[in-house]
């Protein structure tokens, strides 16, 4: 049984670059989430995610920042234009259809993303 | 607004102790709470997660309760092992959202 994979586990990009981060769920689960964790932060909430819809975006930054999770396939964490800003741990956690709410959250490794 | 708070920040224990972490939210309307222990460099692991209709939940050497009326999660650890070292996180949803808010976590350290 694999849980929540992310990949890359580590990323290193320079100013202006784009960075794509990937989350594939546990099997079986429809919901995805993103979050960040800022050195020294907690972790704050990006998106909620169901297969090809974004539910809720209310932590997504405005500009330079989107996600997507396709029928097929991983969900994918895209920053555009990266910032030393944007350095970070990006955790993808995903739950079973019933959603958060009635069920727990699994969480996956992380990527780390390193700008220059 | 759902905002968690987790106190100490850092606690150092010899091993063998018994030792509770306290977790507090704002908002006593939660659908759950949910304890997560985190490794440095590591992703997070789920402990325990309590419905609000439950007071606590048991696995192994650690019971976490619940009580909503005063806002207040206790993460207990019996008899601490040197294992146990790591950062441990409380969470609880935003309202009604799927958004869950997360405290800063209390630092664990258990000394051999």
């Given amino acids: ?116 | 607004k759902q905002e968690v708070t987790q106190i100490p920040a850092a606690l150092s224990v010899p091993e063998g102790e018994n030792l509770v972490l306290n977790c507090s939210f704002t908002d006593s309307a939660i659908y759950n709470l949910q304890w997560f222990r985190q490794d440095p460099g590591k992703g997070l692991t789920s402990l325990l997660l309590i419905q609000s209709s439950q007071r606590e939940q048991t696995s192994g050497r650690l019971n976490a309760s619940l009580d909503k009326s005063s806002g207040r999660s206790t993460l207990y650890i019996a008899a601490s092992q040197p294992g146990d070292s790591a950062t441990y996180l409380c969470a609880s949803p935003q309202g009604g959202s799927e958004k869950l808010v997360f405290g800063k976590g209390t630092k664990l350290t258990v000394n051999p």
């Fill in chain 1, 1 to 116: 049984n694999a849980g929540v994979m992310q990949n890359p586990r580590h990323l290193v990009r320079r100013r202006g670059q784009e960075a794509r981060l990937r989350c594939s769920p546990v099997k079986g689960h429809s919901h995805v989430y993103w979050y960040r964790q800022l050195p020294e932060e907690g972790l704050k909430f990006m998106v909620y995610l169901q297969k090809e819809n974004i539910i809720d975006e209310s932590g997504m930054p405005k500009e330079r920042f989107s996600a997507e999770f396709p029928k097929e396939g991983p969900s994918i964490l895209r920053i555009q234009q990266v910032v030393r800003g944007d350095s970070a741990a990006y955790f993808c956690a995903s739950s079973s259809p019933g959603g958060r709410n009635t069920g727990e959250l699994f969480f996956g490794e992380g990527s780390r993303l390193t700008v220059l």
